[in-house]
């Protein structure tokens, strides 16, 4: 089932839009593969991770 740009990132149209897209310059450009595909595995996992919230939790042992 083919999903829009804006659904494999769970609702962050930002992330698809070209403005937000790297620029590669040089030899950089030479190795990019164009036919790179991303998809979002278990959408309801990363749903339930989201509602939390996103901020990075940073604990004692992990600084």
């Not at 494999?8 to 036919?35: C, E, I, M, W």
Request: no cysteine.
């Amino acid at each position: 089932l083919p999903v829009s740009q804006g659904q494999q990132f769970g609702g962050y149209h930002h992330l698809s839009s070209p403005d937000h897209k790297r620029v590669l310059t040089g030899s950089q450009a030479d190795t990019v593969d164009k036919n790179i595909k991303v998809t979002l595995e278990n959408r309801e996992l990363w749903g339930k991770f989201h509602s939390l919230g996103t901020e990075m939790i940073i604990t004692k042992t992990g600084r």
